[in-house]
């Protein structure tokens, strides 16, 4: 912001982050971490930096205010692999509405190969410096949890077109928001092969949305699956949310509580067995792809758990999907106590030692 010349600033609002110019026009930062953020904004113009770790749904919604006022965007990022950054760059590749341009350090100079190599011999990983000195979109994000195996899903043909089949029951894998989003995976089985056929993500919705919006789709439901937490007490009316599915039609079973990490290698697993619908679980494949560690900016390290952002709520729900899924290979116990034992000599009858 210190960047625009104080002679054309009327007013400024470094809360907002948002400077008034003497001409009536504004400029002002905003997070799109929090999509509601951006609603309700009339701009002419917009610049989405680092788009490709964004949440691709702010684009959705501020690109028909800029189209209704004849205005511009513009996107600035490196590669996190072929999420919505790599399909907005093709798209922009092949539209003569739009400019695009990859520049790696080549072009930029930005950084000399000595300095590269430099990187190489402190430890950086190569797959790290394709990805932001030469703009690779290929191979995975770094740090990111299921890119591998959505890769070898694509590389077998594993992601694309997945009709539904009328004779199959769908289940539905639920991560419920309160707050923020609630996001839910549709699929069906056969044999160990899991089809995933659609994917439906909404923010602050109620139960009753969500009812309506399953009892749109053509499916037939077998089962629905939620995490412990359906079983939460609310502050007002005292039931919970499972009873208050209930009431909507909706019966829920919960699924094994693991941890985390745990859930994380359950869904690494189930990934070889899926195969995604592409267009109808756009989204949801990209929020897996984007799942990411999250990194210690003091430490230069990845840390052990996952960053919280727009993707963790489908990565949330497909993990749920591989704890509870009928074929997933989860045991959940409580520790085994191992005791001793030594016979009395005088009742001839077994104790713990």
Not at 71 to 76: E, N, R
Not at 230 to 248: F, H, M, N
Not at 307 to 319: E, G, L, N, V, Y
Request: aromatic share 10%.
């Amino acid at each position: 912001m210190a960047h625009i010349p104080r002679e054309v600033v009327k007013a400024s609002n470094e809360t907002e982050l948002r400077k008034e110019l003497i001409n009536g026009s504004a400029i002002q930062l905003i997070g799109t971490d929090n999509i509601d953020s951006v609603l309700g904004t009339n701009p002419l113009g917009c610049v989405f930096s680092e788009y490709s770790v964004q949440d691709p749904k702010a684009w959705d919604y501020i690109r028909p205010i800029l189209r209704e006022n004849g205005g511009w965007a513009i996107f600035d990022y490196t590669p996190r692999g072929k999420n919505h950054g790599y399909q907005l760059y093709q798209m922009a590749k092949s539209n003569s509405d739009w400019y695009a341009e990859l520049l790696t350090v080549d072009d930029t100079l930005a950084i000399s190969k000595s300095d590269i190599d430099k990187e190489r011999r402190e430890g950086m990983s190569e797959e790290l410096i394709q990805q932001e000195y030469y703009c690779s979109f290929e191979g995975v994000q770094v740090g990111a949890y299921y890119g591998k195996q959505l890769q070898q899903a694509e590389s077998e043909n594993r992601i694309g077109r997945v009709s539904y089949e009328s004779e199959l029951g769908v289940e539905t894998w639920w991560d419920l928001g309160i707050g923020d989003s609630t996001a839910i995976w549709f699929t069906q089985s056969t044999g160990r092969e899991i089809r995933v056929i659609d994917y439906l993500e909404a923010s602050g919705e109620g139960l009753p949305h969500y009812a309506k919006a399953l009892q749109a789709k053509p499916y037939v439901y077998s089962t629905h699956h939620a995490p412990h937490d359906i079983e939460v007490r609310e502050l007002g009316s005292g039931r919970s949310r499972r009873e208050i599915a209930q009431s909507l039609g909706l019966v829920f079973q919960v699924v094994p509580k693991l941890t985390v990490e745990d859930g994380i290698e359950a869904a690494r697993a189930i990934l070889s067995r899926c195969w995604f619908d592409r267009e109808k679980c756009a989204r949801g494949l990209d929020a897996l792809a984007s799942y990411h560690k999250a990194y210690d900016d003091k430490l230069h390290d990845w840390k052990s758990y996952p960053q919280h952002d727009w993707s963790s709520h489908a990565a949330d729900a497909f993990r749920y999907l591989a704890v509870g899924h009928k074929t997933a290979k989860i045991q959940t116990q409580e520790p085994i106590e191992i005791l001793q034992y030594t016979k009395d000599s005088e009742n001839q009858q077994w104790m713990a030692a």
